[in-house]
């Protein structure tokens, strides 16, 4: 079975300019959450979507935005980028709502390099 | 607020030695705690979780976590570290005072075993 998968892998902005980052989550996983890992730290919540309706959001300014379709796959935009977005983007999945014990499996994230 | 500390940025161990990476956690009510491993241009990779129940718990790839109430500590431990388990390791508590629930994780530990 697949993973989760993200797509790009990599890719190069410049200040100002938006981002579309896309994630498609494991078969039968309805929930998808996305963090954002700058150089150094852990990871950061960003967003989580579960049945398509936003159900949690980070500390992250208005610039940030996602949204999930109804094959449970996701994007994660970024407006007006600034140098400080750079970082790795990672996408999660999980079966549910991270209630319980469901477990976030993570794709291979998007490496954005903002100049 | 729930937090998570990784006291130590960097371990070195020697290949065949017992490992220990460090993790405390700050929570209200029952903690639910992860271990993460990030190799390389890689996403995290699950290890173990703590939900309830026996306090040492077991998870992939020989590693194993004893969870400590006393001390709010959730160590993650190995008998013999292996070269290959040279990686960034992640400790991470659920944070469900928000709907849907997210993980909040620590600011990581650079594990380095040398042959």
């Known amino acids: 079975d697949a993973g989760v998968t993200q797509s790009p892998t990599h890719l190069i902005k410049t200040r100002g300019q938006h981002v579309t980052l896309r994630c498609s989550p494991i078969?039968?996983?309805?929930?998808v959450s996305w963090y954002q890992q700058v150089l150094g730290q852990g990871p950061q919540f960003i967003f989580q979507?579960?049945?398509?309706?936003?159900?949690g959001r980070g500390n992250f300014p208005d610039r940030f935005s996602a949204r999930q379709f109804p094959n449970y796959s996701s994007e994660l935009n970024v407006n007006a980028l600034l140098l400080g977005d750079s970082a790795l983007y990672l996408c999660?999945?999980?079966?549910?709502?991270?209630?319980?014990?469901?477990?976030?499996?993570f794709g291979a994230g998007s490496r954005l390099t903002v100049l | 607020a729930q937090s998570v500390a990784q006291p130590e940025d960097q371990v070195n161990v020697a290949e065949g030695n017992p490992l220990t990476v460090k993790c405390t956690y700050s929570?209200?009510?029952?903690?639910?705690l992860f271990w993460y491993v990030q190799y390389p241009n890689r996403g995290l990779q699950f290890l173990l979780k703590?939900?309830?129940?026996?306090?040492l718990v077991k998870g992939s790839y020989g590693f194993e976590a004893e969870f400590n109430k006393s001390q709010t500590s959730f160590h993650l431990k190995k008998p013999s570290a292996l070269v290959s388990d040279s990686a960034l390791y992640f400790c991470?508590?659920?944070?469900?005072?928000?709907?849907?629930?997210?993980?909040?994780f620590g600011q990581g530990t650079e594990l380095s075993v040398k042959p």
């Open positions: 999660a999945s999980s079966l549910r709502s991270l209630a319980g014990a469901n477990v976030l499996t």
């Open positions: 078969s039968g996983h309805k929930s």
């Open positions: 979507y579960y049945e398509k309706e936003e159900r």
């Open positions: 929570v209200s009510g029952n903690p639910y």
């Open positions: 703590y939900i309830t129940g026996d306090n």
């Open positions: 991470a508590v659920r944070d469900d005072t928000s709907q849907g629930g997210k993980l909040i």
